[in-house]
């Protein structure tokens, strides 16, 4: 080894080390202070000891007493050099021994919490096969650009986020949703870098660069939740800051009083803050860890802590307890033909960006290209018609969106009105009982319905439906098992959100709730004294995400925006994460009660002993360092709930 290695060497273990030699002469000063009747060579050795280990703790003292920050290491200090100082040297030796010992440990098990995300990182390739002027080229993952094409063979993990643009094949997502089967994958879809590809090879175009990745924007993310200070921890830190001083009073107060030196300096071990200080933090960047690995990721501790006390849910219907994959069931036409009714309604709703809109437009152009009119065609025409073939369906003149309600175009100089009955009503338009009749059949089944309108007379109607996620009604009943009520909210109407409600199993529902609606009604719990969080997608429902204590945004995975706005983002579309992130979010509260317990109960229970005089100088730090290691100990549970 060159001397710069060994330096390299020794300051990454520098720590270790120290502990080491310290305990090596603490041992060997103390052995020798048995067989030897030289006190002296015993004496030094320890001093030694407790210099060696005590160095870096008196220098942190130093920088305390000077910014007047007073903490646990000036505490540590004093006592080593009051111990020192009255010929308690075995005392000295022995508690600076023990506190490198522990903080030694300490550090390396919060090193190992806070790293429960590095193997997910580990999981994203050096290299990628990208295809560069026709040729296949292996180059550092981290070069390759957005719009690229990049290869990746069965087996292999995928480099970069991108669109599939050639092959198929089932991708483990593990890594970045926390979803436990594989994902089929094919063209057009989306995968994520660190992702497995299981079996097809897949061509992929890149849609980030190699250094900007889901998976990385992910684990930036968590590093900073846990960063971030939750109440309890800001309390404790608020507390620490007139603690310290108070012990140092206490142990001047003790010595003033009973001219015992050996007690005064006890007293300023044992009221070493310690567990109190490092308890929750470890609670809670344990639970964020686990989070993240399986698909949750937590804003941070506060956010944390606030969903440990949810009392109420409310789910919007619509892509969260739903698949959110609309389609046309049926077409009615009342005074036109369906197929007509069907194109109108398209040609309304061809600009439109809502998800009844986009079903429309598909059925529209599925089609077959050849119907005119009448059946025995349409079946024919069907036979025949290239598979995929689009139906264009033509622009109208002009657009407008009624939030909440519908759209209202202009097409061949006329107007045409898609939208609901408040819609219909708004404008004055009449609907026959044929129509009313027809709309509330289909609703009772959990549909949705918009009418058509063509220059004021309803010429048709759409239904539409959209399934039931399967995991919705465990999910609820989960929720409500553990003594959580649950809601949905929707600005659907009143049958189709009744019939959906029913076939959920949930407590309660509110209908026809236009988006500032919902963050009134979520307001409105929050006023009734519940801890409510809302669960939605992070674009439409932001306002009451917002609202709400807590913040659940789904399918975070391929929005940037939902990771970044809402308190707790499920990466998947995985509606039973919810239930594991509420709990794991009440354990975790419990947790930092039983961390902040344990840390108090140790310090009084000291306190009565060095009382008593039961506790020395040395138990006292023995005591406080495994106080110090359970409560980590203990909220490393977390990791593994
Ligand atoms: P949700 O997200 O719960 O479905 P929205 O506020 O998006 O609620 O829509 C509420 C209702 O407004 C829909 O059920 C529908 O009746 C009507 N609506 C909204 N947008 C459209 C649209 N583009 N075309 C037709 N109807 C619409
Ligand atoms: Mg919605």
Redesign the pocket.
């Known amino acids: 080894m060159d001397t710069r290695s060994v330096k390299q060497h020794y300051r990454k273990h520098r720590k270790a080390i120290i502990v080491a030699v310290s305990g090596i002469l603490y041992a060997g000063g103390w052995t020798l202070g048995y067989v030897s009747t030289v006190d002296t060579a015993s004496a030094a050795i320890l001093v030694l000891a407790a210099i060696v280990g005590g160095y870096d703790i008196a220098k942190t003292a130093y920088h305390e007493v000077e910014n007047r920050t007073l903490g646990i290491k000036t505490l540590v200090t004093l006592a080593a050099v009051g111990a020192i100082a009255i010929g308690s040297y075995w005392e000295a030796a022995a508690v600076v021994f023990l506190f490198t010992l522990g903080s030694y440990l300490e550090g390396r098990t919060m090193r190992k919490t806070r790293n429960a995300l590095e193997e997910l990182l580990e999981m994203t390739p050096d290299t990628a096969t990208v295809r560069r002027d026709g040729e296949q080229r292996a180059v550092p993952a981290r070069e390759v650009e957005a719009g690229e094409v990049v290869i990746v063979k069965p087996g292999e993990k995928i480099p970069v986020d991108g669109d599939v643009v050639e092959g198929e094949s089932a991708v483990n997502q593990a890594p970045v949703t926390g979803e436990s089967a594989p994902v089929h994958k094919a063209d057009g879809d989306e995968v994520y870098a660190g992702t497995i590809n299981q079996e097809g090879s897949l061509e992929v175009e890149t849609t980030g660069s190699g250094t900007d990745t889901t998976l990385q924007r992910i684990i930036r993310r968590v590093e900073a939740a846990q960063e971030a200070q939750s109440p309890t921890e800001s309390l404790i830190d608020r507390f620490a800051k007139y603690y310290t001083p108070g012990v140092l009073a206490l142990s001047a107060g003790a010595y003033a009083a009973t001219q015992n030196a050996i007690l005064s300096l006890t007293l300023l071990v044992i009221g070493c803050p310690g567990a109190l200080v490092i308890g929750p933090p470890v609670s809670i960047v344990s639970a964020i860890g686990n989070a993240a690995r399986s698909g949750v990721l937590m804003k941070g501790g506060e956010h944390l802590e606030q969903a440990g006390k949810i009392d109420l849910v409310a789910f ?3 892509g969260t307890l739903t698949k959110g994959e609309t389609t046309v069931a049926d077409v009615a036409g009342f005074d036109a033909e369906a197929d007509e009714v069907l194109e109108l309604a398209a040609v309304a ?1 061809k600009k ?1 960006e ?1 998800h ?2 986009d079903a429309i437009l598909e059925a529209a152009q599925d089609r077959p290209a050849a119907v005119t009119d009448g059946g025995t065609e349409a079946v024919q025409a069907d036979t025949e018609s290239a598979p995929g073939e689009a139906r264009p369906v033509p622009d109208p003149e002009s657009f407008e ?1 009624i ?5 209202v175009a202009l097409y061949d100089g006329r107007e045409i009105v ?3 009955r408040s819609l219909l009503a708004e404008r004055d338009i009449e609907v026959a009982e044929e129509v009313g009749d027809y709309v509330r059949e289909r609703e009772e089944r959990g549909e ?1 319905v ?1 009418h058509v309108v063509r220059d004021g007379v309803v010429v048709g109607a759409v239904a539409m439906c959209d399934e039931l996620r399967e995991a919705a009604p465990g999910v609820v009943q989960e929720l409500q098992d553990a003594g959580i009520e649950t809601v949905m909210l ?4 009143e049958h189709t959100a009744r019939a959906v409600a029913e076939e959920v199993g949930i407590d309660d529902y509110r209908a026809e709730l ?2 500032e609606d919902k963050q009134a009604v979520i307001e409105a719990f929050r006023e009734d004294g519940h801890v409510v969080a809302m669960v939605g997608d992070g674009i ?1 429902d932001a306002p009451s995400l917002a609202t709400a204590d807590v913040g659940i945004a789904m399918g975070a995975a391929g929005t940037d925006t939902a990771i970044e706005t809402a308190d707790m983002a499920l990466m998947a579309d995985d509606l039973d994460r919810i239930p594991y992130a509420v709990t794991l979010s009440k354990a975790t509260r419990w947790n930092i009660y039983e961390n902040v317990g344990l840390a108090v109960l140790t310090v009084t229970l000291l306190l009565a002993g060095v009382l008593t005089s039961y506790v020395t100088l040395a138990l006292g730090m023995l005591v406080h360092e495994a106080s110090v290691l359970a409560v980590i100990g203990n909220g490393m549970r977390l990791l593994r709930y």
């Open positions: 919007d219907k619509t709703e439109s809502h009844l809109g969106v939030a909440g309600k519908g759209v898609v939208g609901n949705t918009v929707t600005g659907d109407n236009l988006p439409n």
